[in-house]
């Protein structure tokens, strides 16, 4: 969740790290720092707390020397997010510094025994252990061998337990920057006599698009002659840079007041981008070649069991409707960090499906790793190519979102929906479980979503701008949904919380009855995802219960915001405020639906003065348990 540039090349390199710093500040923002080396005073550090706007106002005050180096945003996981706390972090000499991303698990025991040879500490972080466990493998090879600086940092890494991503420089081994990962994202850049070291891509893409993306166990060494690339024992390995399309200008504003706002509309392109290639309009077939599971193990399976976080577990929870309506095959929904807890029932004849957008987050791929513990085979539905959970899954289904910036996460959401559509709709075709005709139909109206979205984009923006000028002040709000909604429902509360921080809740409509009904009065917003499928009776029936379950909220003076299919003037006479977007087949009325949901918590968050890209003590990727 740190963010890490590393540069060593012919430009300034304070504009390399600080503008690549900047681009990844989304990563984590609680403080930051740099470090460069190759100047004649030797190794300088500066460090500040707070917003990246510290750091480039400290940096201007007291200019840097140096002509490689490499820079961090962090955000905190151990010790306070002080200046001192701050990463770089040094050793006892300061001629070495480290920059870390992820959590060192045995840092106190590391400590202590190097506590116990001298060595003195001067932060509450994990990350100074490495820096003081480098210096003690110079000293112990002083009188012995010359150890390079990559050789000392291979043997500290080996010492390590926990998830490192790591940048590290030295004075006394210059014109180099070694790094290492087991874990958390790093990739290597490539330019004209220039290379990179990045934790994402955004952070370097404005000067390269050719990466390598670090595998876990594995090391580069930048030099201003190349890269050379190790295992954790010194072997040397293969690592051939991709060319990777994105533009930078995608990863930019593009004239959008916030990044959140702009990927809300990028919406209806990551729909289709999502989609394209992977269903035909002329027959309904799909296919998913990456999937690489064949037709006779998907007709094998007993259950899907689906783990994930956060959003991404609304979206696993959408999608238990959306294979078991259309499959016929059972469904488990976990969220991630809870999944191993439970020793779950899996075997060979299940399947694991991963959902996550960064393809790191580690209760994620600790799932993971339980369901391949229990010979069971993963598949992920991931939005960044070469992801962690991808490389482990024996299939994947990549969300062509494109990268998403705002740590609330929309268009990814959405591209998630669309998959896994896709993949129920497989799985059914490769099940029997569906007709040609019935598949065509579907596919038919998936094509009709990204116009569809851009009519929502369009018709409820104004909307949700007003709503947010009346409920705004509003202490707590509630959110209900019914079948597939209910998911959605979370998904909107979720989206209100973590960026108005405004306390939000969702709720299944029916167990209103049970409980909730107690909170409401005339000073709670209730938003209730009211939309029906025609052509569906189930749907028109949830619908009519739902409608029920509205009249008993506003019978105790709710204020009802109802999301609603166009049409629907019966559920304007009930309710306060109704949101109408396009109708569509049950099981993609969700990819509608949430698109209003994002757009209020926006609106709700910028009219509260809420900073929506970055909220507080929230991170994009979470790469730590
Ligand atoms: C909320 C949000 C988070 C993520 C969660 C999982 O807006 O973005 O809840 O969905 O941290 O992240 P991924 O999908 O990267 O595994």
């Not at 993306?213 to 594995?218: F, S």
């Not at 289904?397 to 705002?406: H, K, L, S, V």
């Not at 009519?455 to 705004?472: D, G, H, N």
């Not at 166009?566 to 569509?584: C, F, K, M, N």
Request: charged share 25%; net charge negative; hydrophobic share 40%.
């Amino acid at each position: 969740m740190c963010g890490i540039v590393g540069y060593i090349g012919p430009k300034p390199v304070v504009p390399v790290i600080l503008e690549g710093l900047r681009r990844l500040e989304y990563r984590g923002y609680d403080s930051a720092g740099i470090a460069l080396a190759g100047s004649a005073s030797g190794l300088t550090v500066h460090r500040a707390s707070g917003k990246l706007r510290n750091l480039e106002a400290l940096v201007a005050d007291k200019p840097m020397a140096g002509n490689y180096g490499i820079g961090h945003t962090r955000w905190a996981t151990h010790g306070r997010p002080t200046e001192e706390n701050a990463h770089p972090h040094r050793d006892c000499t300061g001629s070495l510094v480290v920059v870390h991303n992820g959590i060192v698990e045995n840092y106190l025991a590391l400590k202590k025994e190097l506590v116990a040879v001298g060595h003195i500490f001067v932060t509450e972080t994990d990350t100074e252990i490495i820096a003081h466990l480098i210096e003690q493998e110079f000293l112990d090879a002083k009188s012995v061998e010359q150890l390079s600086l990559e050789e000392a940092v291979r043997r500290s890494v080996r010492k390590l337990k926990g998830a490192f991503a790591i940048g590290v420089l030295s004075a006394d081994d210059p014109s180099k920057l070694v790094a290492a990962r087991s874990g958390p994202p790093a990739v290597i850049g490539f330019g004209k006599d220039e290379y990179f070291l990045a934790s994402d891509i955004p952070g370097i893409l404005h000067h390269t698009r050719d990466i390598v993306y670090l595998q876990d166990g594995d090391i580069a060494v930048l030099t201003t002659s190349g890269v050379v690339f190790t295992d954790f024992d010194g072997n040397t390995i293969s690592r051939l840079p991709q060319h990777i399309q994105w533009d930078p200008i995608q990863a930019e504003k593009e004239g959008y007041r916030h990044f959140m706002l702009k990927e809300i509309h990028e919406q209806p392109r990551a729909i289709r981008d999502t989609m394209l290639g992977r269903v035909s309009l002329t027959t309904g077939k799909v296919e998913l070649p990456d999937l690489k599971l064949t037709v006779d193990e998907l007709r094998r399976a007993q259950r899907v069991a689906i783990a994930s976080c956060g959003t991404s577990w609304h979206a696993g929870l959408a999608a238990k409707f959306m294979i078991e309506r259309l499959a016929r095959l059972p469904v488990e929904v976990d969220y991630a960090s809870e999944f191993r807890y439970r020793d779950p029932i899996l075997g060979a004849t299940d399947m694991g499906l991963l959902i996550s957008q960064s393809g790191e987050t580690a209760d994620t791929i600790a799932a993971q790793l339980e369901m391949i513990s229990k010979s069971t085979p993963t598949l992920a539905i991931c939005n960044v190519v070469g992801a962690a959970i991808t490389r482990k899954a024996f299939g994947t289904i990549t969300t062509n979102a494109g990268p998403e910036i705002g740590v609330a996460s929309t268009k990814a959401f959405t591209a998630q929906l669309t998959a896994l559509f896709i993949l129920a709709l497989y799985l059914a075709q490769c099940r029997d479980t569906i007709t040609q005709e019935e598949s065509l139909k579907l596919v038919t109206e998936l094509d009709k979503l990204p116009a569809k979205a851009r009519e929502v984009l369009r018709s409820t923006a104004p909307v949700c701008q007003e709503l947010a000028k009346i409920f705004s002040n509003a202490r707590d709000f509630l959110f209900l949904g019914r079948g597939i909604h209910y998911p959605i429902a979370l998904e909107g509360a979720l989206k209100l919380k973590e960026i108005s921080y405004i306390h939000a809740e969702g709720y299944p409509a029916g167990e209103m009855k049970h409980g909730p009904n107690a909170l409401i009065d005339e000073n709670l917003p209730v938003v209730c995802i009211a939309t029906r499928d025609e052509n569906n009776p189930d749907s028109v029936l949830k619908y009519e219960k739902t409608l029920s379950n509205l009249q008993e909220v506003t019978a105790r003076n709710g204020r009802v915001i109802a999301i609603a299919c166009e049409g629907d003037t019966e559920i304007s006479r009930l309710v306060e405020h109704t949101i109408y977007i396009p109708s569509a087949p049950e099981l993609l009325l969700p990819i509608l639906e949430v698109i209003p949901l994002q757009l209020l918590a926006y609106s709700i968050a910028v009219e509260r003065g809420c900073d929506v890209d970055q909220p507080r003590n929230l991170a994009k990727s979470v790469t730590v348990e």
